[in-house]
């Protein structure tokens, strides 16, 4: 692959300046494991970060997804944090996030491996005009995220993510429980006691987004950058790097990088990154969360790297 300078770069990635189309076509085939990103959506209102209408927007993520196609490893896996959006002057639902996944699927051969739903329990309540005027919608707080592969069987692994047991399950594993037959039918045998280090996860994700204080943020102050408006939290990347990467030669891709919350969490879990944006501002002051708080050194360098 012959990619152009990056912006920056870190022990294990780099981030890069531009088109991530363009700079996806130098990416050698089947070389990424993991794409997971959060792309812009299609909203009604435009943004500061950019933003395609909702007729226009399958169309014009398709050619990125013929890329997304290609770069994949064949068990690699594609996830989208894409929010859904209001049509134009009514309390109504637009369906574009579900055309892009029909598309996905239909046009370019995507396989749905599961579709997840990021709940975000501290949103506001939005659309203002339905929810807070006319009372006659209740706000919208969650996020779809599709994930997406090339083949039917993805790396992945669920004892990566398991969650904590609860004090109930807890109890149980403790206590004993007895193998019998719900009402509606479901087997509980004597294999629900066996202890697996915690409980498989749900496809809702409750994270809530509520950071307005941290390094990146107070360091964008300092330096009078305005920092990224639509920055999702790092535990929906870590998840996602968790269940479907296993091992430091994995490389993992954000095309719409944003302020790099991809590349900080896939530097802090020991995975190779690159990272891509197109607004120099956003990327610049990214650099903010490769450095080390406390020293205030920055592990980043100026030197070429090879992803």
């Given at each position: 692959?012959?990619?152009?300078?990056?912006?920056?770069?870190?022990?294990?990635?780099?981030?890069?300046?531009?088109?991530?189309?363009?700079?996806?076509?130098?990416?050698?085939?089947?070389?990424?494991?993991?794409?997971?990103?959060?792309?812009?959506?299609?909203?009604?209102?435009?943004?500061?970060?950019?933003?395609?209408?909702?007729?226009?927007y399958v169309k014009w993520f398709l050619q990125f997804g013929e890329e997304f196609k290609r770069i994949l490893a064949d068990?690699?896996?594609?996830?989208?944090?894409?929010?859904?959006?209001?049509?134009?002057?009514?309390?109504?639902?637009?369906?574009?996030?579900?055309?892009?996944?029909?598309?996905?699927?239909?046009?370019?051969?995507?396989?749905?491996?599961?579709?997840?739903?990021?709940?975000?329990?501290?949103?506001?309540?939005?659309?203002?005009?339905?929810?807070?005027?006319?009372?006659?919608?209740?706000?919208?707080?969650?996020?779809?995220?599709?994930?997406?592969?090339?083949?039917?069987?993805?790396?992945?692994?669920?004892?990566?993510?398991?969650?904590?047991?609860?004090?109930?399950?807890?109890?149980?594993?403790?206590?004993?429980?007895?193998?019998?037959?719900?009402?509606?039918?479901?087997?509980?045998?004597?294999?629900?006691?066996?202890?697996?280090?915690?409980?498989?996860?749900?496809?809702?994700?409750?994270?809530?987004?509520?950071?307005?204080?941290?390094?990146?943020?107070?360091?964008?102050?300092?330096?009078?950058?305005?920092?990224?408006?639509?920055?999702?939290?790092?535990?929906?990347?870590?998840?996602?790097?968790?269940?479907?990467?296993?091992?430091?030669?994995?490389?993992?891709?954000?095309?719409?990088?944003?302020?790099?919350?991809?590349?900080?969490?896939?530097?802090?879990?020991?995975?190779?990154?690159?990272?891509?944006?197109?607004?120099e501002t956003y990327l610049k002051a990214s650099k903010f969360r490769f450095e080390f708080e406390q020293q205030k050194l920055?592990?980043?360098?100026?030197?070429?790297?090879?992803?």
């Amino acid at each position: 692959m012959v990619l152009p300078e990056p912006y920056y770069k870190t022990p294990l990635g780099s981030a890069y300046l531009g088109d991530s189309l363009e700079i996806m076509k130098e990416l050698d085939k089947e070389s990424v494991n993991l794409i997971v990103t959060s792309p812009p959506f299609a909203l009604r209102r435009k943004k500061e970060y950019g933003n395609v209408d909702a007729n226009e927007y399958v169309k014009w993520f398709l050619q990125f997804g013929e890329e997304f196609k290609r770069i994949l490893a064949d068990d690699g896996s594609l996830v989208i944090d894409i929010g859904g959006s209001w049509n134009e002057g009514e309390p109504t639902r637009s369906l574009y996030h579900f055309e892009l996944l029909i598309s996905l699927c239909k046009e370019l051969g995507f396989k749905l491996a599961q579709e997840f739903y990021w709940y975000n329990p501290s949103k506001l309540p939005s659309p203002a005009e339905w929810v807070n005027v006319r009372r006659i919608r209740v706000k919208d707080s969650v996020d779809p995220i599709w994930w997406l592969s090339k083949n039917a069987f993805p790396k992945a692994d669920n004892r990566r993510i398991l969650s904590p047991y609860s004090p109930s399950m807890l109890g149980l594993l403790k206590n004993g429980y007895k193998a019998k037959k719900r009402p509606s039918g479901h087997d509980i045998s004597v294999k629900f006691k066996r202890n697996n280090n915690g409980a498989i996860p749900p496809n809702l994700l409750s994270i809530p987004n509520t950071s307005s204080n941290d390094y990146y943020q107070r360091q964008c102050r300092e330096e009078g950058i305005e920092p990224h408006p639509a920055r999702f939290p790092s535990k929906l990347p870590e998840f996602f790097i968790n269940f479907c990467t296993d091992g430091r030669d994995d490389l993992v891709l954000d095309p719409f990088a944003g302020s790099n919350v991809t590349g900080e969490v896939a530097e802090k879990l020991g995975r190779r990154w690159i990272a891509i944006e197109i607004d120099e501002t956003y990327l610049k002051a990214s650099k903010f969360r490769f450095e080390f708080e406390q020293q205030k050194l920055p592990i980043f360098s100026t030197e070429r790297c090879a992803p």
